[in-house]
Protein backbone atom coordinates (compact mmCIF):
# COMPACT_ATOMS: atom_id res chain seq x y z
CA UNK A 1 0.00 0.00 0.00
CA UNK A 2 1.35 3.54 -1.03
CA UNK A 3 -0.18 6.22 1.53
CA UNK A 4 0.69 9.92 1.00
CA UNK A 5 -0.58 12.72 2.74
CA UNK A 6 -0.80 16.54 2.46
CA UNK A 7 1.62 16.79 -0.55
CA UNK A 8 2.16 20.17 -1.58
CA UNK A 9 4.80 20.83 -4.90
CA UNK A 10 5.00 24.13 -6.57
CA UNK A 11 7.65 25.03 -9.32
CA UNK A 12 8.67 28.89 -8.52
CA UNK A 13 5.67 30.19 -7.32
CA UNK A 14 3.03 28.50 -9.41
CA UNK A 15 1.51 25.80 -7.00
CA UNK A 16 1.03 22.40 -8.91
CA UNK A 17 -0.18 20.39 -6.11
CA UNK A 18 -2.15 21.38 -2.98
CA UNK A 19 -2.47 19.47 0.41
CA UNK A 20 -3.09 16.27 -1.70
CA UNK A 21 -3.94 13.08 0.63
CA UNK A 22 -4.90 9.61 -0.37
CA UNK A 23 -3.66 5.44 -0.35
CA UNK A 24 -3.17 2.91 -2.87
CA UNK A 25 -4.58 -0.28 -2.24
CA UNK A 26 -2.23 -3.04 -3.16
CA UNK A 27 -3.99 -5.60 -5.57
CA UNK A 28 -6.42 -2.76 -7.39
CA UNK A 29 -5.60 -0.72 -10.79
CA UNK A 30 -5.27 2.91 -9.33
CA UNK A 31 -5.96 5.69 -11.70
CA UNK A 32 -5.34 9.64 -11.26
CA UNK A 33 -6.85 11.46 -14.37
CA UNK A 34 -7.29 14.78 -15.15
CA UNK A 35 -6.88 17.43 -17.14
CA UNK A 36 -3.63 18.50 -18.91
CA UNK A 37 -1.77 20.38 -16.57
CA UNK A 38 -3.46 19.16 -13.36
CA UNK A 39 -0.30 17.88 -11.70
CA UNK A 40 -0.84 13.99 -12.56
CA UNK A 41 2.82 13.82 -14.30
CA UNK A 42 4.25 15.47 -11.33
CA UNK A 43 2.29 13.20 -8.42
CA UNK A 44 3.70 10.04 -10.12
CA UNK A 45 7.42 11.32 -10.25
CA UNK A 46 6.98 12.31 -6.95
CA UNK A 47 5.35 9.06 -5.79
CA UNK A 48 8.19 7.37 -7.87
CA UNK A 49 10.99 9.96 -6.18
CA UNK A 50 12.25 11.66 -8.86
CA UNK A 51 11.15 14.85 -8.01
CA UNK A 52 10.80 15.71 -3.98
CA UNK A 53 7.37 17.73 -2.48
CA UNK A 54 7.76 21.00 -0.44
CA UNK A 55 5.65 19.46 1.90
CA UNK A 56 3.71 16.33 2.74
CA UNK A 57 4.50 13.07 3.18
CA UNK A 58 4.78 9.36 1.33
CA UNK A 59 4.67 6.22 3.00
CA UNK A 60 5.26 2.87 1.09
CA UNK A 61 3.31 0.57 3.69
CA UNK A 62 5.40 1.61 6.53
CA UNK A 63 8.31 3.24 5.28
CA UNK A 64 8.50 7.08 5.38
CA UNK A 65 10.11 7.10 1.24
CA UNK A 66 10.78 10.66 1.89
CA UNK A 67 12.82 10.45 4.90
CA UNK A 68 14.24 6.65 3.80
CA UNK A 69 18.18 5.91 4.16
CA UNK A 70 20.17 5.56 1.05
CA UNK A 71 20.73 1.45 1.28
CA UNK A 72 16.87 0.98 1.89
CA UNK A 73 15.96 3.19 -0.78
CA UNK A 74 17.93 1.07 -3.25
CA UNK A 75 16.03 -2.14 -1.71
CA UNK A 76 12.37 0.01 -2.43
CA UNK A 77 13.50 0.25 -5.49
CA UNK A 78 13.94 -2.89 -6.87
CA UNK A 79 10.37 -3.34 -5.70
CA UNK A 80 9.25 -1.14 -8.33
CA UNK A 81 8.52 -1.55 -11.36
CA UNK A 82 7.45 1.62 -14.12
CA UNK A 83 6.20 1.56 -17.42
CA UNK A 84 7.02 5.12 -19.25
CA UNK A 85 4.79 7.21 -21.56
CA UNK A 86 7.48 6.68 -23.95
CA UNK A 87 8.43 3.04 -22.98
CA UNK A 88 12.02 4.32 -22.27
CA UNK A 89 13.59 1.10 -23.75
CA UNK A 90 17.47 1.50 -24.21
CA UNK A 91 17.67 1.39 -27.77
CA UNK A 92 21.33 0.23 -28.13
CA UNK A 93 19.90 -3.03 -26.49
CA UNK A 94 18.20 -5.92 -27.72
CA UNK A 95 14.36 -6.41 -26.05
CA UNK A 96 16.14 -9.48 -24.13
CA UNK A 97 18.96 -6.91 -22.95
CA UNK A 98 16.43 -4.52 -22.04
CA UNK A 99 14.63 -6.69 -19.98
CA UNK A 100 17.39 -8.34 -18.53
CA UNK A 101 18.97 -5.02 -17.38
CA UNK A 102 17.46 -4.92 -13.71
CA UNK A 103 18.46 -8.45 -13.82
CA UNK A 104 22.56 -7.92 -14.71
CA UNK A 105 22.65 -5.04 -12.45
CA UNK A 106 20.68 -5.95 -9.06
CA UNK A 107 20.74 -9.76 -9.24
CA UNK A 108 23.19 -12.86 -8.76
CA UNK A 109 21.09 -15.05 -11.04
CA UNK A 110 22.95 -17.49 -13.99
CA UNK A 111 22.85 -16.68 -17.36
CA UNK A 112 20.31 -19.59 -18.10
CA UNK A 113 18.38 -18.32 -15.05
CA UNK A 114 18.45 -14.96 -16.27
CA UNK A 115 17.62 -16.37 -19.81
CA UNK A 116 14.54 -18.09 -18.28
CA UNK A 117 13.36 -15.14 -16.36
CA UNK A 118 13.43 -12.92 -19.41
CA UNK A 119 11.04 -15.63 -21.47
CA UNK A 120 9.15 -16.01 -19.00
CA UNK A 121 8.14 -12.06 -19.01
CA UNK A 122 7.50 -12.06 -22.77
CA UNK A 123 5.55 -14.71 -23.03
CA UNK A 124 3.42 -12.86 -19.84
CA UNK A 125 3.54 -9.96 -22.53
CA UNK A 126 2.44 -12.09 -25.50
CA UNK A 127 5.84 -11.53 -26.86
CA UNK A 128 7.57 -14.82 -27.61
CA UNK A 129 10.62 -14.84 -29.48
CA UNK A 130 11.41 -11.36 -30.48
CA UNK A 131 14.37 -11.31 -27.67
CA UNK A 132 16.72 -10.57 -30.62
CA UNK A 133 15.28 -7.79 -32.28
CA UNK A 134 15.82 -4.12 -31.43
CA UNK A 135 13.27 -1.80 -29.89
CA UNK A 136 13.38 0.60 -33.09
CA UNK A 137 12.03 -2.40 -35.02
CA UNK A 138 8.86 -2.92 -32.60
CA UNK A 139 5.79 -1.19 -32.75
CA UNK A 140 4.47 1.02 -30.13
CA UNK A 141 1.80 -1.74 -28.40
CA UNK A 142 5.29 -3.87 -28.66
CA UNK A 143 7.20 -1.65 -27.26
CA UNK A 144 4.97 -0.84 -24.34
CA UNK A 145 4.84 -4.21 -23.62
CA UNK A 146 8.30 -5.03 -23.62
CA UNK A 147 8.05 -2.13 -21.01
CA UNK A 148 5.84 -3.83 -19.19
CA UNK A 149 8.20 -6.61 -19.09
CA UNK A 150 11.08 -5.19 -17.98
CA UNK A 151 8.55 -3.17 -15.24
CA UNK A 152 8.02 -6.74 -14.19
CA UNK A 153 11.44 -8.67 -14.24
CA UNK A 154 12.21 -8.13 -10.51
CA UNK A 155 8.54 -9.64 -9.42
CA UNK A 156 7.77 -5.58 -8.06
CA UNK A 157 5.53 -5.24 -5.40
CA UNK A 158 4.65 -1.82 -7.18
CA UNK A 159 3.50 -0.70 -10.59
CA UNK A 160 3.13 2.97 -12.18
CA UNK A 161 2.56 3.56 -15.61
CA UNK A 162 2.81 7.18 -17.12
CA UNK A 163 0.15 7.04 -20.11
CA UNK A 164 0.46 3.66 -21.01
CA UNK A 165 -2.18 3.93 -24.03
CA UNK A 166 -0.90 7.17 -25.21
CA UNK A 167 0.05 6.80 -28.56
CA UNK A 168 -2.28 3.72 -28.92
CA UNK A 169 -5.80 2.73 -31.13
CA UNK A 170 -8.46 2.18 -29.12
CA UNK A 171 -7.77 -2.22 -29.23
CA UNK A 172 -4.37 -2.24 -28.07
CA UNK A 173 -5.43 -0.03 -25.58
CA UNK A 174 -7.86 -2.74 -24.19
CA UNK A 175 -4.92 -5.19 -24.46
CA UNK A 176 -2.36 -2.99 -22.45
CA UNK A 177 -5.26 -2.11 -19.99
CA UNK A 178 -6.00 -5.98 -19.46
CA UNK A 179 -2.30 -6.84 -19.38
CA UNK A 180 -1.83 -4.11 -16.46
CA UNK A 181 -5.02 -5.15 -14.36
CA UNK A 182 -3.88 -9.26 -15.00
CA UNK A 183 -0.69 -8.49 -13.36
CA UNK A 184 -1.61 -6.53 -10.67
CA UNK A 185 -4.17 -9.21 -9.36
CA UNK A 186 -1.40 -11.86 -9.94
CA UNK A 187 1.18 -10.05 -8.22
CA UNK A 188 -1.07 -8.28 -5.96
CA UNK A 189 1.24 -5.27 -6.96
CA UNK A 190 0.17 -1.66 -6.21
CA UNK A 191 -0.42 -0.17 -9.42
CA UNK A 192 -0.82 3.41 -10.25
CA UNK A 193 -1.76 4.34 -13.69
CA UNK A 194 -1.37 7.99 -14.35
CA UNK A 195 -4.02 8.43 -17.76
CA UNK A 196 -6.04 10.37 -20.34
CA UNK A 197 -7.76 7.80 -21.65
CA UNK A 198 -11.40 7.39 -20.58
CA UNK A 199 -11.85 3.51 -21.89
CA UNK A 200 -9.14 2.81 -19.43
CA UNK A 201 -10.79 4.57 -16.62
CA UNK A 202 -13.89 2.71 -17.20
CA UNK A 203 -12.49 -0.79 -18.35
CA UNK A 204 -10.52 -1.09 -15.27
CA UNK A 205 -11.08 1.62 -12.98
CA UNK A 206 -11.36 0.18 -9.56
CA UNK A 207 -9.99 3.21 -7.53
CA UNK A 208 -10.03 6.46 -9.93
CA UNK A 209 -8.34 9.85 -8.51
CA UNK A 210 -9.51 13.01 -10.75
CA UNK A 211 -7.21 15.76 -10.13
CA UNK A 212 -8.11 19.23 -10.91
CA UNK A 213 -6.03 22.59 -10.25
CA UNK A 214 -3.54 21.00 -8.20
CA UNK A 215 -6.24 19.39 -5.72
CA UNK A 216 -8.34 15.19 -5.36
CA UNK A 217 -11.79 16.78 -6.51
CA UNK A 218 -13.28 13.74 -6.40
CA UNK A 219 -12.28 9.98 -5.78
CA UNK A 220 -14.09 6.62 -6.51
CA UNK A 221 -14.37 3.59 -8.61
CA UNK A 222 -15.72 3.23 -12.51
CA UNK A 223 -19.03 1.90 -11.41
CA UNK A 224 -19.83 5.36 -9.12
CA UNK A 225 -18.42 7.42 -12.23
CA UNK A 226 -22.25 7.72 -13.80
CA UNK A 227 -23.80 8.18 -10.62
CA UNK A 228 -21.59 10.78 -9.22
CA UNK A 229 -23.47 14.03 -9.44
CA UNK A 230 -19.30 15.77 -9.44
CA UNK A 231 -19.62 17.99 -12.36
CA UNK A 232 -16.17 18.13 -12.95
CA UNK A 233 -15.97 14.82 -12.99
CA UNK A 234 -18.96 14.85 -15.96
CA UNK A 235 -17.24 17.39 -18.02
CA UNK A 236 -13.94 15.82 -18.11
CA UNK A 237 -15.05 12.13 -18.13
CA UNK A 238 -18.02 12.63 -21.01
CA UNK A 239 -16.31 16.03 -22.67
CA UNK A 240 -17.57 15.39 -26.53
CA UNK A 241 -21.23 15.75 -27.02
CA UNK A 242 -21.28 12.34 -28.58
CA UNK A 243 -20.52 10.79 -24.54
CA UNK A 244 -22.81 13.49 -23.41
CA UNK A 245 -25.52 12.14 -25.49
CA UNK A 246 -24.71 8.59 -24.37
CA UNK A 247 -24.77 9.25 -21.17
CA UNK A 248 -27.91 11.25 -21.41
CA UNK A 249 -29.63 8.16 -23.17
CA UNK A 250 -28.20 5.74 -20.44
CA UNK A 251 -29.71 7.70 -17.25
CA UNK A 252 -32.92 8.69 -19.33
CA UNK A 253 -33.02 4.29 -19.88
CA UNK A 254 -32.85 3.93 -16.35
CA UNK A 255 -29.21 2.37 -16.03
CA UNK A 256 -28.11 5.02 -13.48
CA UNK A 257 -29.41 6.97 -10.66
CA UNK B 1 25.27 37.44 -11.49
CA UNK B 2 27.63 35.60 -13.21
CA UNK B 3 29.98 34.45 -10.56
CA UNK B 4 26.71 32.97 -8.66
CA UNK B 5 25.89 30.81 -12.07
CA UNK B 6 29.20 29.91 -11.60
CA UNK B 7 29.46 28.47 -8.54
CA UNK B 8 26.18 26.87 -8.59
CA UNK B 9 28.08 25.04 -11.51
CA UNK B 10 30.44 24.00 -9.96
CA UNK B 11 28.69 23.45 -6.49
CA UNK B 12 26.49 20.62 -9.29
CA UNK B 13 29.58 19.58 -10.84
CA UNK B 14 31.22 18.51 -7.67
CA UNK B 15 28.05 17.27 -5.74
CA UNK B 16 27.85 14.69 -9.17
CA UNK B 17 31.20 13.93 -9.25
CA UNK B 18 30.80 12.40 -5.87
CA UNK B 19 28.03 10.80 -7.08
CA UNK B 20 29.61 9.34 -10.19
CA UNK B 21 32.37 7.84 -7.82
CA UNK B 22 30.26 6.71 -5.11
CA UNK B 23 30.38 2.34 -4.73
CA UNK B 24 28.76 0.27 -7.72
CA UNK B 25 25.96 -2.03 -7.24
CA UNK B 26 27.91 -4.21 -9.06
CA UNK B 27 31.37 -4.16 -10.06
CA UNK B 28 30.88 -7.12 -13.12
CA UNK B 29 28.54 -4.39 -14.94
CA UNK B 30 31.12 -1.32 -14.28
CA UNK B 31 34.03 -3.02 -15.58
CA UNK B 32 32.12 -4.12 -18.88
CA UNK B 33 31.23 -0.63 -19.61
CA UNK B 34 34.97 0.10 -18.96
CA UNK B 35 36.00 -2.09 -21.41
CA UNK B 36 33.41 -0.86 -23.71
CA UNK B 37 34.52 2.96 -23.31
CA UNK B 38 38.09 2.21 -23.70
CA UNK B 39 37.39 0.46 -26.77
CA UNK B 40 34.86 3.60 -27.92
CA UNK B 41 37.29 5.89 -27.08
CA UNK B 42 40.85 5.00 -27.72
CA UNK B 43 39.60 2.46 -30.97
CA UNK B 44 37.43 4.94 -32.29
CA UNK B 45 39.76 7.99 -31.87
CA UNK B 46 43.08 6.62 -33.46
CA UNK B 47 42.68 7.69 -37.23
CA UNK B 48 41.77 11.08 -36.14
CA UNK B 49 45.05 11.14 -33.54
CA UNK B 50 47.35 9.80 -36.08
CA UNK B 51 46.03 12.50 -38.93
CA UNK B 52 46.39 15.26 -36.44
CA UNK B 53 49.83 14.06 -34.56
CA UNK B 54 51.25 13.32 -38.08
CA UNK B 55 50.65 17.30 -39.30
CA UNK B 56 51.19 18.62 -36.18
CA UNK B 57 54.80 16.89 -36.40
CA UNK B 58 55.24 17.90 -39.85
CA UNK B 59 54.24 21.46 -39.26
CA UNK B 60 56.47 22.05 -36.47
CA UNK B 61 59.50 20.62 -38.18
CA UNK B 62 59.22 22.59 -40.98
CA UNK B 63 57.89 25.90 -39.49
CA UNK B 64 61.34 25.49 -37.58
CA UNK B 65 63.69 24.47 -40.12
CA UNK B 66 62.48 28.39 -41.52
CA UNK B 67 63.26 29.67 -38.07
CA UNK B 68 66.48 28.35 -38.28
CA UNK B 69 67.47 28.97 -42.16
CA UNK B 70 70.48 31.51 -41.86
CA UNK B 71 71.10 31.04 -38.65
CA UNK B 72 73.82 29.62 -36.58
CA UNK B 73 72.05 27.14 -34.70
CA UNK B 74 72.92 23.52 -35.84
CA UNK B 75 70.29 21.63 -37.56
CA UNK B 76 69.83 18.96 -35.66
CA UNK B 77 67.99 21.04 -32.94
CA UNK B 78 64.97 20.93 -35.59
CA UNK B 79 64.62 17.05 -33.97
CA UNK B 80 65.34 18.76 -30.66
CA UNK B 81 62.90 20.79 -30.76
CA UNK B 82 59.95 18.74 -32.64
CA UNK B 83 60.80 16.00 -29.87
CA UNK B 84 60.32 18.52 -27.22
CA UNK B 85 57.18 20.57 -28.65
CA UNK B 86 55.63 17.29 -29.05
CA UNK B 87 56.18 15.97 -25.54
CA UNK B 88 55.55 18.53 -23.54
CA UNK B 89 52.82 20.39 -25.28
CA UNK B 90 51.65 19.46 -28.63
CA UNK B 91 50.71 15.92 -27.99
CA UNK B 92 49.03 16.32 -24.65
CA UNK B 93 46.95 19.32 -25.46
CA UNK B 94 46.57 19.53 -29.05
CA UNK B 95 44.93 15.50 -29.19
CA UNK B 96 42.97 16.31 -25.74
CA UNK B 97 41.71 19.47 -27.54
CA UNK B 98 40.47 17.20 -30.41
CA UNK B 99 39.24 14.28 -28.44
CA UNK B 100 36.85 17.26 -26.14
CA UNK B 101 36.15 18.07 -29.77
CA UNK B 102 35.41 14.42 -30.69
CA UNK B 103 34.26 12.41 -27.64
CA UNK B 104 33.01 14.91 -25.34
CA UNK B 105 30.48 15.94 -27.62
CA UNK B 106 29.63 12.47 -28.12
CA UNK B 107 29.55 11.57 -24.20
CA UNK B 108 27.03 14.91 -23.96
CA UNK B 109 25.06 14.25 -26.51
CA UNK B 110 24.41 10.17 -25.53
CA UNK B 111 23.82 11.35 -21.90
CA UNK B 112 21.13 14.39 -22.48
CA UNK B 113 20.21 12.15 -25.14
CA UNK B 114 19.13 9.12 -22.58
CA UNK B 115 18.04 12.33 -20.22
CA UNK B 116 15.28 13.49 -22.59
CA UNK B 117 14.02 9.58 -23.68
CA UNK B 118 13.79 8.96 -19.90
CA UNK B 119 16.57 6.24 -20.13
CA UNK B 120 17.94 7.97 -16.89
CA UNK B 121 14.96 8.54 -14.77
CA UNK B 122 14.17 4.30 -15.95
CA UNK B 123 17.47 3.74 -14.02
CA UNK B 124 16.93 5.95 -11.46
CA UNK B 125 13.81 4.10 -10.54
CA UNK B 126 15.52 0.79 -11.54
CA UNK B 127 17.89 2.04 -8.31
CA UNK B 128 20.88 2.42 -10.37
CA UNK B 129 23.10 5.29 -8.81
CA UNK B 130 22.69 6.91 -12.60
CA UNK B 131 25.62 9.11 -11.95
CA UNK B 132 27.85 6.24 -11.15
CA UNK B 133 26.87 3.89 -14.09
CA UNK B 134 27.28 6.55 -16.71
CA UNK B 135 30.08 8.70 -15.87
CA UNK B 136 32.45 6.81 -14.06
CA UNK B 137 32.89 4.25 -16.81
CA UNK B 138 33.15 7.00 -19.31
CA UNK B 139 35.87 8.95 -17.23
CA UNK B 140 38.07 5.90 -15.76
CA UNK B 141 38.07 4.42 -19.47
CA UNK B 142 39.31 8.31 -20.49
CA UNK B 143 42.05 8.57 -17.74
CA UNK B 144 43.52 4.91 -18.96
CA UNK B 145 42.85 5.43 -22.63
CA UNK B 146 44.28 8.71 -23.27
CA UNK B 147 47.31 9.23 -21.70
CA UNK B 148 48.24 5.78 -24.08
CA UNK B 149 46.34 8.03 -27.17
CA UNK B 150 49.18 11.26 -26.20
CA UNK B 151 51.55 8.92 -26.51
CA UNK B 152 50.96 7.39 -29.41
CA UNK B 153 50.26 10.56 -30.90
CA UNK B 154 53.75 12.12 -29.35
CA UNK B 155 55.48 9.19 -31.97
CA UNK B 156 53.62 9.90 -34.51
CA UNK B 157 54.46 13.28 -34.56
CA UNK B 158 58.26 12.92 -34.39
CA UNK B 159 57.09 10.57 -37.37
CA UNK B 160 55.72 13.21 -38.83
CA UNK B 161 58.60 15.83 -38.30
CA UNK B 162 61.48 13.33 -39.82
CA UNK B 163 58.92 12.56 -43.02
CA UNK B 164 58.21 16.23 -43.21
CA UNK B 165 62.18 17.20 -43.02
CA UNK B 166 64.63 13.95 -43.73
CA UNK B 167 63.10 12.98 -47.07
CA UNK B 168 62.59 16.53 -48.45
CA UNK B 169 66.72 17.67 -47.33
CA UNK B 170 66.04 19.81 -44.80
CA UNK B 171 68.32 17.72 -42.66
CA UNK B 172 70.03 13.82 -42.78
CA UNK B 173 68.52 10.71 -40.95
CA UNK B 174 71.81 10.74 -38.68
CA UNK B 175 71.05 14.74 -37.77
CA UNK B 176 67.24 13.95 -37.23
CA UNK B 177 67.82 11.76 -34.73
CA UNK B 178 70.68 12.78 -33.06
CA UNK B 179 68.37 15.62 -32.45
CA UNK B 180 65.93 13.68 -31.07
CA UNK B 181 68.39 12.49 -28.52
CA UNK B 182 69.81 15.37 -27.79
CA UNK B 183 69.11 16.89 -23.60
CA UNK B 184 66.38 14.46 -23.09
CA UNK B 185 64.77 14.98 -19.52
CA UNK B 186 62.66 11.65 -18.53
CA UNK B 187 60.91 14.08 -16.92
CA UNK B 188 59.34 15.75 -19.57
CA UNK B 189 57.40 12.55 -20.32
CA UNK B 190 56.26 12.54 -16.91
CA UNK B 191 54.84 15.91 -17.53
CA UNK B 192 52.92 14.85 -20.96
CA UNK B 193 51.10 11.51 -18.89
CA UNK B 194 50.30 14.14 -16.07
CA UNK B 195 48.80 16.84 -18.07
CA UNK B 196 46.72 13.88 -20.41
CA UNK B 197 45.45 12.53 -17.11
CA UNK B 198 43.86 15.85 -16.37
CA UNK B 199 42.80 16.63 -19.52
CA UNK B 200 41.31 13.13 -19.50
CA UNK B 201 39.54 13.82 -16.50
CA UNK B 202 38.34 17.08 -17.70
CA UNK B 203 37.68 16.55 -20.88
CA UNK B 204 34.85 13.37 -19.86
CA UNK B 205 33.51 14.69 -16.69
CA UNK B 206 32.51 18.26 -17.69
CA UNK B 207 31.40 16.90 -21.10
CA UNK B 208 28.97 14.03 -19.02
CA UNK B 209 27.63 16.39 -16.68
CA UNK B 210 26.75 18.84 -19.52
CA UNK B 211 24.84 15.85 -21.03
CA UNK B 212 23.61 14.48 -17.48
CA UNK B 213 22.10 18.12 -16.65
CA UNK B 214 20.16 18.77 -20.12
CA UNK B 215 16.42 20.21 -19.73
CA UNK B 216 14.33 20.95 -22.68
CA UNK B 217 14.73 19.55 -26.52
CA UNK B 218 16.48 19.08 -29.65
CA UNK B 219 18.04 22.73 -29.11
CA UNK B 220 19.14 22.62 -25.76
CA UNK B 221 21.13 19.11 -26.41
CA UNK B 222 22.77 20.79 -29.26
CA UNK B 223 23.56 24.12 -27.00
CA UNK B 224 25.13 21.30 -24.27
CA UNK B 225 27.02 19.21 -26.60
CA UNK B 226 28.44 22.55 -27.66
CA UNK B 227 29.18 23.77 -24.14
CA UNK B 228 30.76 20.39 -23.68
CA UNK B 229 33.43 21.32 -26.11
CA UNK B 230 33.64 24.54 -25.34
CA UNK B 231 34.55 24.34 -21.56
CA UNK B 232 36.34 21.57 -21.91
CA UNK B 233 38.77 22.95 -24.31
CA UNK B 234 39.33 26.44 -21.87
CA UNK B 235 39.38 24.29 -19.27
CA UNK B 236 42.51 22.17 -20.64
CA UNK B 237 43.99 25.12 -21.43
CA UNK B 238 43.53 26.64 -18.18
CA UNK B 239 44.81 23.58 -16.61
CA UNK B 240 48.04 23.39 -19.38
CA UNK B 241 48.52 26.41 -17.86
CA UNK B 242 48.76 25.63 -14.65
CA UNK B 243 50.58 22.02 -14.60
CA UNK B 244 53.22 24.15 -16.65
CA UNK B 245 53.57 26.59 -13.52
CA UNK B 246 53.75 23.86 -11.04
CA UNK B 247 55.54 21.33 -12.50
CA UNK B 248 57.93 23.35 -14.40
Known amino acids: ?257 | MVITKLLNHLGKYLILMGNAFSKPEKTSMYYKEVIRQMHDIGVGSLIIVFIISLFIGAVTAIQFAYQLDGTLVPDYYIGYVVRDMTIIELAPTITCLVLAGKVGSNMASEIGGMRQKEHIDAMEIMGVNTAAYLIMPKVLAAVVIIPILVAIAAFVSIGGGFIASVPTGLLSGQEFVMGLRSFFMPYNVFMMFVKSLVFAFLLTSISCYQGYNVKGGSIELGKASTNAVVISDIMILLADYLIAVVLI
Request: hydrophobic share 40%.
Open chain 1, 1 to 257: MIKISGIYKSFGNTPVLKNISTEFQPGKTNLIIGKSGAGKTVLLKLLVGLIAPNEGQIFYNQIDFLHIKKKDLRTLRMKVGMLFQGSALFDSLTVEENIRFPLDMFTEMTKKEKSARVNTCLNRVSLDGINAKFPSELSGGMQKRVGIARAIVLNPSYLFCDEPNSGLDPKTSLVIDELIKDITIENNMTTIINTHDMNSVMEIGENVILLHEGEICWQGNKDEIMSSDNEILHDFIFASPFLQRLRNAAISNGFHK
